[in-house]
């Protein structure tokens, strides 16, 4: 499967990076080879594999969710490089 230069530089938009045109080069190279070898995966018979989020059978151990008193506000706002009299202030992120 190959990746175009074109698809590179989309994915560098998105990711908000600043590519040189070498960096592209390499980058289209390397995705078609990565995208390449997981192609080859698909050749696999995987007709009697089952199906596993994890190699390992292991199981989160979770403890009972529990009713508990909150911090304080004035706590938790006291090392807040920035805030109002009741939240913390954040720089705003999209444009």
Not at 8 to 17: D, N, P, S, W
Not at 41 to 55: A, G, K, M
């Amino acid at each position: 499967m190959k990746i175009t230069r074109k698809e590179v530089e989309h994915v560098a938009k998105l990711a908000r990076l600043a590519l040189r045109d070498e960096e592209i080069e390499t980058l289209t190279n390397q995705l078609g080879n990565i995208l390449t070898y997981v192609e080859k995966l698909n050749e696999l018979d995987t007709t009697n594999i089952e199906p596993t989020s994890h190699v390992l059978p292991i199981k989160n151990v979770l403890r009972e969710d529990e009713e508990r008193k909150s911090i304080e506000r004035e706590k938790a706002l006291g090392n807040a490089p920035d805030r109002t009299e009741e939240f913390f202030r954040v720089p705003k992120v999209i444009e």
